[in-house]
């Protein structure tokens, strides 16, 4: 089974990239190297400069402009969360790719990080999700 989930990202500027996500409250493992930010106990994301992901990948780096090589989806605690972790990111350069969206007991909305890896944050109110025996 697996044990820990570790997402790799090119970055153009590792310093800024560590910054802008510093600034988002997002924490270091130190232990490793200073560019593996600690999603929660068991996921990571190594940030790497754009030559040597596209070294360890052996494949050209997304251009984020125009592709999206994937989004990357956080669920976090509260609507209100929500809300103030995406206007901060907004805050340090990000930008919003779409508008604020609520379907039931979700609401989410996403942005784009200082090199365009997409970002969708959300929130699920688990208290009003279908039960089992109601699907």
């Known amino acids: ?4 989930t570790w997402v790799n990202l090119p970055v153009k500027s590792l310093n800024d990239s560590v910054e802008f996500f510093e600034k988002l409250g997002f924490k270091f493992n130190k ?3 200073a560019t593996n930010m600690l999603l929660n106990d068991n996921t990571m994301v190594t940030l790497v400069e ?4 596209k070294e360890f990948a052996q494949k050209e780096v997304a251009d984020t402009k125009t592709t999206a090589e994937a989004v990357l989806v956080l669920q976090i605690e ?6 103030e972790l995406v206007d901060k990111a907004i805050s340090l350069g990000a930008k919003e790719t779409r508008d604020p969206h609520e379907h039931g007991p979700m609401f989410g909305r996403s942005f784009e990080d200082l090199d365009g890896h997409v970002w ?3 929130f699920m109110n688990e208290d009003e999700m279908p039960k089992d025996n109601e699907c």
């Open 1 to 4: 089974m697996i044990k820990n």
């Open 31 to 33: 232990q490793f190297d």
């Open 50 to 53: 754009e030559p040597q992901f």
């Open 78 to 83: 509260s609507k209100d969360a929500v809300n």
């Open 120 to 122: 969708e944050v959300f």
